[in-house]
């Protein structure tokens, strides 16, 4: 009986090398139109800010892409003074006494109650003086271990420049016949409603943006297209129900710090007029258009 020798089959041919092939010729041949749609402006070249993706029915187009600020400012509604007043003593509940207290050898038993006399004498009611005493204002006496601080809270209705110099004046004068130091002073402005200020200050920031959209368009030698982007950078802080940040000096919605350790409000500066002020930044995106501002 004879044998069949075994017939092995040919080999299969692979598709993946064909495959990956198309995929790169198609790759370049979207590159390629890309390109041409990008250099053809009038034979000029046409150097792109940024390209925005389209969406599904929205195809990839060339774009100029610009960020305006914008700000405006509003008569402060109130202010908050904050004094820190210190002395050469250890902390007691009597330092911060409203109520005058003889005084003896070593100073212990002085009182700021002299302090807030001087700031009602310049026309504050009683009711907007607040005094704020605790331990944890130690930490402001940085060269004696033998110190306290109080500090004390003024809130101002409708505050103007000559006012709060006057309050500032009153106590540090008061403070020094004392013998204690005024270490520091701040002040924080508010309104009641922030959103009116912040819509004018948005509406500026979107002016600045299209300005330099058209001044950008300009130097490329295109054509401003179709608004299709729109964005505004959020607030370092969140707003209340009124659209105001908590209250800080003469920005309402910039970062800050405060004037120093025990104060909450920024540093006081005797000649800034008492004023918020609102900062956006708003970015627009525009398609780069043909002749008529349409977008080809």
């Known amino acids: 009986m004879r044998s069949i020798p075994d017939v092995q089959a040919p080999p ?47 195809p990839t187009q060339p ?43 070593n100073g212990s038993d002085v009182t700021i109650a002299p302090v807030i006399d001087a700031i009602q004498s310049v026309g504050v009611e009683e009711g907007a003086i607040r005094v704020v005493s605790s331990p944890s204002l130690i930490s402001v006496c940085t060269s004696s271990a033998k110190c306290s601080a109080v500090r004390v809270d003024v809130t101002v209705d409708n505050p103007n420049l000559d006012l709060l110099n006057a309050i500032v004046n009153a ?9 204690l130091t005024v ?22 920031a979107a002016a600045d943006a299209r300005a330099r959209a058209e001044a950008q368009a300009k130097v490329l030698g295109v054509v401003l297209g179709t608004l299709v982007v729109s964005s505004e950078t959020a607030p370092a802080e969140p707003d209340d129900e009124n659209g105001c940040a908590p209250a800080r000096g003469t920005n309402a919605d910039a970062w800050w710090t405060p004037g120093s350790v025990g104060l909450t409000v920024p540093s006081f500066d005797p000649q800034a007029p008492p004023v918020v002020a609102a900062d956006l930044q708003v970015t627009l995106a525009f398609a780069i258009g043909n002749d008529a501002g349409a977008v080809p």
């Open 63 to 105: 774009s100029i892409v610009v960020t305006g600020s914008g700000g405006a400012t509003a008569p402060a509604e109130r202010a908050t003074v904050q004094l820190l007043i210190v002395r050469a003593a250890p902390f007691s509940e009597e330092f911060a006494s409203e109520t005058a207290a003889p005084a003896t050898a």
């Open 183 to 204: 270490q520091d002073v701040g002040v924080g402005y508010s309104i009641a409603d922030c959103r009116p200020l912040h819509d004018r200050a948005r509406a500026a």
């Open 12 to 58: 299969r041919l692979s598709l993946r090398p064909f495959l990956a092939g198309a995929v790169v010729v198609a790759l370049a041949i979207g590159g390629l139109a890309l390109l041409s749609e990008a250099f053809a402006s009038g034979g000029q070249t046409v150097y792109l800010a940024n390209i925005e993706p389209g969406g599904k029915n929205v």
């Open 171 to 179: 106590a540090g004068e008061a403070a020094g016949a004392q013998e």
